[in-house]
């Protein structure tokens, strides 16, 4: 995880047992090794990185006398990976989400014969607890769209088929907060240009500042298992409003790495969404956009829980 720490930086740290925090940034410190600002700087140690990481956290306990041990109630914990990467977003992977949409539009569902993507400006991005703030210019239908987001751990530049997950480093958990503004004007007549259009508007109303939560921390492949058995959720003031699993995925995290690395060269600490499932507002009959007041999470068994007000 990373979080704030005194000097006003920020410092990388490992959740131990009964909510202690190990501040692994001042352990490598003393080690000689570089500054690690954020888990992206973690990954960027090489392939060696995991082992870098257990040998640090094996000295938790010489770190308890000079207080390198702490509690993470007492933590303002911030975005995993920083400001930095590159967030590969997967649009319509969900097969409930695409069944929803399709349904509102009245247009046929088919098969999707490659994932489509879009990348998020890393200038949106908050970390837990931090607000997400309905902008100025569109304030009225701001939809919330919870994901899983594979972070990559090694680079990877046209991966061959079937090696899509030995790039994965772990998972955490996303929201790809956007406003929906677009959506009427074409909803069921964009064809085109026209479809071009809406869909270029659509990237657009999903950059704001504040749009894309991400947290709380970063969860290794080891400690997850089986990809396709991660389950989550997005809850708004105590009501569910999106569960499923990656099981329901039309790409899996494997297939979207490979795709994406055809065009992107892809480094550690970059993101790769899976897209978020059905449950969304814009799918409802009367749908139920954030408001300022609203609670949102994004949780997760496997990976915990993102929480963000709306403001």
């Excluded at 509690?71 to 649009?91: K, Y």
């Excluded at 569902?109 to 931090?130: M, N, Q, T, W, Y």
Aim: charged content about 25%; aromatic content about 6%; hydrophobic content about 40%.
């Amino acid at each position: 995880m990373t979080f704030a720490a005194p000097d006003g930086g920020s410092h990388v740290g490992i959740r131990l047992e009964r909510g202690a925090v190990a501040d692994l940034s001042s352990l490598a410190l003393a080690e000689g090794l570089p500054r690690l600002r954020d888990v992206r700087d973690v990954l960027a140690l090489g392939s060696d990185w995991r082992d870098t990481v257990e040998r640090l956290a094996a000295r938790a306990g010489e770190m308890q006398a000079g207080g390198g041990i702490l509690q993470l109630d007492e933590l303002r914990v911030l975005a995993p990976l920083g400001t930095r990467s590159l967030i590969l977003c997967s649009g319509g992977n969900f097969r409930q989400h695409r069944q929803e949409m399709a349904d509102r539009s009245g247009a046929r569902l088919s098969s999707a014969h490659l994932p489509r993507g879009f990348i998020k400006s890393c200038a949106s991005v908050i970390g837990d607890g931090e607000a997400v703030r309905l902008p100025r210019s569109c304030p009225d239908m701001v939809d919330y769209e919870g994901e899983i987001a594979a972070v990559v751990g090694t680079a990877c530049y046209e991966a061959e088929k079937g090696t899509g997950y030995d790039y994965v480093a772990g998972y955490t958990l996303l929201n790809d907060v956007s406003a929906r503004d677009w959506v009427p004007a074409v909803r069921g007549a964009a064809t085109g240009r026209e479809a071009i259009d809406a869909w270029e508007h659509n990237i657009m109303c999903k950059q704001f500042p504040t749009f894309c939560p991400i947290g709380p921390e970063l969860v290794t492949s080891d400690e997850v298992g089986r990809p396709d058995e991660l389950g989550f959720r997005t809850v708004v003031n105590g009501e569910i409003r999106q569960e499923t699993s990656l099981a329901d995925l039309e790409f899996d995290v494997g297939e979207l790495v490979v795709y994406y690395s055809q065009h992107y060269a892809l480094r550690p600490g970059d993101i790769v969404t899976t897209g978020t499932p059905g449950g969304v507002a814009v799918g409802m009959d009367s749908p139920r956009f954030l408001r300022s007041g609203d609670l949102v999470s994004v949780e997760s068994p496997s990976l915990g829980k993102l929480s963000n007000a709306v403001t």
